[in-house]
């Protein structure tokens, strides 16, 4: 399913777009996605099908000290080449490029609220240390001995308190769940960045137009 495609992501080809996600990233963002022309996004449920953590430049990596980490420093050469994203697909955990995400229809920006740097280092390794570990297509976040995308997240970051409802019988956590929760006084995640792109191009939208278009995708 995860191959199946009828068309590249609207926001695929502005350079714009991709411009201005990379001006706003911060450490340990993650970024929701969804490209309405590929299968799998069509058959995940609300507007968003997949979430993706930005690490951050090596340089940054460095001053956090994670490099000190004799595991954690394998990836550094992958990293310092660009890979500096970190996400749970159909290949398992693994690295990608910022622009490897731009396939996509919709790219929504979250920041997470850390207690410290300490915190930030240690969900960083966390990451790193899941390199590897397959996919989880059975969507059960009650169990990680294989991660799906935002299972991977909340398994490395709890204190984030990522929201999780049970589907099929299952508790699993959905990215629409993030997103809303961003939206809402109190949540350790911050909606800092929303692009939509579509066949004549693409815009900035706001909370307000964010919370509708995911309470519309609901709807259906």
Same mark, same amino acid.
């Given at each position: ?10 926001? #695929? ?17 993650? =970024? ?7 299968? #799998?996004?069509?058959?995940?449920? !609300? ?17 956090? !000290? ?12 992958? =990293? ?5 994203? =970190?996400?749970? +697909?159909?290949?398992?955990?693994? %690295? ?25 280092? @240690?969900?960083?390794?966390? %990451? ?7 996919? +989880? ?8 001995? @294989? ?17 999780? @409802?049970?589907?099929? !019988?299952?508790?699993? =956590? ?20 929303? %692009?939509?792109?579509? #066949? ?21």
């Amino acid at each position: 399913m995860a191959r199946v495609s009828w068309r590249r992501g609207y926001l #695929s080809s502005q350079n714009g777009a991709f411009v201005r996600m990379i001006s706003v990233l911060s450490p340990l963002d993650i =970024i929701l996605v969804r490209n309405g022309g590929s299968l #799998s996004s069509n058959n995940i449920p !609300g507007l968003f099908s997949h979430a993706v953590v930005y690490l951050g430049p090596d340089r940054g990596l460095q001053r956090l !000290g994670v490099w000190r980490d004799e595991a954690a420093n394998v990836h550094r050469v992958a =990293i310092r080449g660009g890979k500096t994203m =970190i996400e749970a +697909d159909a290949r398992g955990v693994h %690295l990608s490029t910022p622009a490897s995400i731009m396939n996509t229809d919709r790219l929504l920006v979250l920041r997470p609220e850390f207690a410290g740097r300490q915190c930030r280092l @240690r969900t960083t390794l966390a %990451l790193l240390e899941h390199l590897g570990t397959p996919f +989880d297509f059975s969507f059960n976040s009650s169990e990680n001995t @294989r991660l799906f995308c935002t299972e991977l997240i909340d398994h490395v970051a709890p204190e984030l308190g990522l929201p999780s @409802r049970t589907f099929y !019988g299952r508790p699993t =956590i959905f990215p629409d769940h993030l997103a809303e929760a961003a939206t809402r006084p109190g949540s350790r995640l911050q909606a800092v960045l929303y %692009l939509k792109g579509d #066949s004549s191009g693409w815009r900035a939208a706001d909370s307000r137009e964010l919370r509708a278009d995911v309470a519309r995708a609901w709807s259906r």
